[in-house]
């Protein structure tokens, strides 16, 4: 039998790979050596932190201890303890903004309390620190079985982008997808939509940016204490959603897994951008005693159109203010904690209303309201609580569990009025358990539920109201198999969607994902990772229920409601090297799906758009990333970066829309006594490798200028930064525009920032 690519039926090939990551998880788990069933005894490490230059004792320090997941933060006097640590030889570091320790042995003995001494100093090559990628919470890029980039508030500030999609545009796997700056959203090596992931705190945004290319993401970069990405499948802690990639916006008010200092500490940064005249400042606050911790935060940001070299491109302002507030307990044995988000916001769709259909119950193409602009106003009111048990000194050592509540509504405005409404209830709740370690053995399991309630009313109700449930549960697991280090995880996911429709049925799906992966030291300074990941993805609402003409993808879009789940069979690898002189970071990928939905157009044309139905067919991704920094001279580093993603449907080897094209960027990086000179051009390759019609796009050669100062001292960080992005005034085109036949990018821009803390 010959199952047609747009059938959407699933493949004998399909199923009998489900269970191979599975099974082999299983094989591998039952021949490791059985280990001892009490946990290890424990002992503390207790030290301080100073300034290498003055010697001054340095607060707000994060210390670590990478493998085992532990961190803490040191006082106004640079002190710090770290309790409940198994007996042994560890590694520690220290960190705050450009200035690191380095790793430094401490041994660890049995109902003692050990010493250790940290000094900071300005380090070129700092290491990430990641909470997103691990079971335990917390880790180092050398430690982790992924592809992780990680960017601290430092980088974040200088960046002086409205969303998190331009700021993480310069990083390797990572791209840009928009309809105009306001509505711009993270790729993640090729993979779009509902197959990336976005977080807040590790807890999804409950916006609707996944479903529609006009709908963005409103979270402000300068608000954050790190941005995260897991690059390739994350089905195994955060669902299916993330079968492409997770992007994970951490606050400055993430004690989620960690304690918080006492005292009080804060900082502020403003920044402008004059290519639209865009103007943002954000400021945080925090106090903390006897385990209390109160905190709050709040910005704005406001931009005008934006100028390209072909002039200022029309109905690209967006304006955005946010405000968050909370309290906490957290006790050495238990702690809880209460905050809130609220985010209002308006932006432009640029040309939306040049695609307008003219049907009798979509007023957008009739003369009343032609050449009107449409603009999208948001809002975004959430709550979450946290709560755990610590050091309960069994078998599990701890338990935590989050709840969260989101109400996402915006408007679409045509012509001053609204003329459609979304509304997006999600709760979300998560409970995990840590093991307790073992001399070899460590791991996490738990539960995941989502409730969501959506609704659209007005001229783009594509799809009916429908209300969707999931559950989850999830085990992944660590074992030591000498210097090398295996992991096993595992999750079944349920997901089940009601249409609020009598000729629409209701679905379920379920599935399970599975991932081996090993990590294995090849020197001292570096690592080698591999992962073999198997992921389901049930379909998205708008592939199942969609129909109707919908600007935001371009298309009169048809929904199949007799889709079956994707299932993506991955391996990725990498290699990790560090040292004071030179630094590098590659890695590469497959990823085999199959019944890949996709909108497939069907050469008619409704209401003034190219009518595509979804449909499944098999797919493939490859692609690698690399990064190098070399030390040149004394305080000199070339940098290289460079990116591939190739994606194409396999029964006819199509390409697949708005894959970023091959990148490669050359720099120099010169900083001593606190100032960075950083000049670096980006190569674009042309994109000819299109869907069907989707038009190419040229390449581009950017050249761009950035100039910071960093002060660092015992309560104080300052950084300012001067960025002079395409000096020459390129005109390019993103291939990963909906509009980049109608506007090309940003032109000759400068930016500057200031940001500052006080510990």
């Known amino acids: 039998m010959v199952i047609s690519p747009r059938s959407g039926g699933r493949s004998p090939a399909s199923l009998g790979r489900i269970p191979v990551v599975a099974g082999l998880a299983l094989l591998l788990t039952a021949m490791l050596p059985s280990g001892p069933a009490l946990a290890q005894e424990t002992g503390s490490i207790r030290g301080a932190v100073v300034l290498a230059e003055t010697g001054e004792p340095m607060a707000g320090v994060r210390v670590i201890l990478a493998r085992l997941g532990l961190a803490t933060t040191t006082d106004e006097a640079g ?19 450009t200035l690191q320790s380095g790793r430094v042995s401490v041994v660890v003995e049995s109902h003692r309390m050990s010493t250790v001494d940290l000094v900071l100093a300005e380090s070129y090559q700092l290491e990430q620190l990641t909470v997103t990628a691990t ?26 982008a409205g969303t998190l999609a331009e700021v993480l545009n310069e990083e390797p796997g990572l791209a840009v997808r928009s309809f105009g700056p306001g509505s711009a959203r993270p790729i993640i090596r090729g993979f779009d939509g509902d197959r990336v992931l976005i977080m807040q705190d590790g807890v999804r945004t409950g916006d609707l940016s996944s479903q529609s290319a006009d709908h963005g993401t409103t979270i402000d970069p300068t608000s954050l204490r790190r941005l995260e990405v897991v690059k390739g499948p994350a089905t195994l802690l955060y669902g299916t959603n993330a079968i492409g990639g997770v992007v994970n916006a951490i606050t400055n008010h993430d004690y989620y897994r960690t304690p918080p200092p006492s005292g009080w500490r804060g900082g502020a940064t403003l920044d402008g951008t004059s290519a639209n005249s865009q103007a943002g400042i954000n400021a945080w606050a925090q106090a903390g005693e006897n385990g209390w911790l109160f905190w709050g935060s709040g910005g704005y940001r406001d931009a005008d159109d934006y100028r390209s070299p072909e002039g200022t491109v029309p109905n690209t302002a967006a304006r955005q203010a946010n405000a968050s507030g909370g309290m906490g307990y957290f006790g050495p044995r238990a702690f809880f904690s209460l905050g809130g988000t609220f985010e209002e916001g308006r932006y432009g769709v640029p040309f939306a209303d040049e695609f307008e259909g003219g049907h009798e119950d979509h007023e957008h193409g009739d003369e009343e309201h032609e050449g009107e602009e449409i603009e999208i106003d948001t809002r975004r009111v959430s709550g979450r609580g946290a709560f755990g048990l610590v050091n309960l000194n069994g078998f599990v050592e701890s338990v935590r569990g989050t709840v969260s509540f989101t109400d996402w509504h915006h408007e679409e405005i045509h012509g001053g009025e609204a003329e459609t409404l979304f509304d997006n209830l999600t709760l979300v709740y998560r409970v995990e358990a840590d093991q307790a370690q073992r001399e070899w053995w460590g791991g996490t399991f738990g539960i995941w539920g989502q409730h969501r309630d959506y609704a659209v009313d007005g001229a783009e109700a594509l799809s009916p109201p429908v209300i969707q449930n999931s559950f989850a549960g999830f085990v992944m697991e660590e074992f030591e198999l000498g210097r090398a280090r295996l992991q096993l995880g595992g999750r079944f996911e349920w997901n089940a969607y009601t249409p609020d429709a009598e000729d629409l049925r209701a679905r379920s799906f379920s599935g399970i994902s599975a991932s081996i992966g090993m990590n294995v030291p090849v020197t001292p300074l570096s690592n080698f990772y591999v992962n073999l990941t198997e992921s389901y993805r049930a379909p998205a609402l708008e592939e199942l229920y969609n129909n109707g003409p919908h600007v935001g993808s371009l298309t009169y879009e048809i929904g199949d409601p007799d889709l079956n789940r994707e299932l993506a069979l991955g391996l990725d690898a990498g290699f990790k090297h560090g040292s004071d002189s030179f630094d590098f970071d590659v890695s590469a990928f497959y990823y085999d799906i199959l019944d890949y939905i996709y909108l497939d157009p069907t050469g008619e044309e409704e209401d003034g758009l190219p009518v595509g139905e979804f449909a499944a067919g098999d797919a493939r991704y490859m692609g690698y990333e690399v990064s190098l920094d070399w030390l040149l001279a004394e305080e000199l580093w070339f940098n290289v970066m460079s990116d591939y993603v190739r994606a194409e449907l396999k029964a006819d080897r199509a390409g697949i829309p708005r894959i970023p094209p091959l990148r490669a960027r050359f720099g120099l990086d010169w900083h001593v006594l606190g100032v960075r000179v950083k000049p670096m051009v980006t190569f674009a390759a042309s994109q000819d490798r299109v869907a069907e019609n989707e038009t190419p796009t040229d ?61």
């Open 79 to 97: 002190q710090f303890v770290l309790d409940g640590i198994p007996t042994g030889q560890h590694e520690i570091l220290a960190q705050r903004g």
């Open 135 to 160: 079971r335990s919470g917390l880790g180092t890029d050398r430690d982790l079985f992924n592809a992780v980039r990680t960017m601290h508030a430092g980088a974040l500030a200088s960046r002086s």
């Open 699 to 759: 390449g581009y050669a950017l050249l761009d200028l950035a100039l910071s100062y960093s002060l660092e001292r015992g309560s104080q960080q300052h950084q300012i930064t001067l960025r002079f992005d395409n000096i020459t005034d390129e005109l390019y085109r993103n291939h990963s525009s909906y509009i980049k036949d109608l506007a090309p990018e940003m032109g000759r821009t400068v930016r500057l920032s200031y940001s500052a803390t006080l510990f």
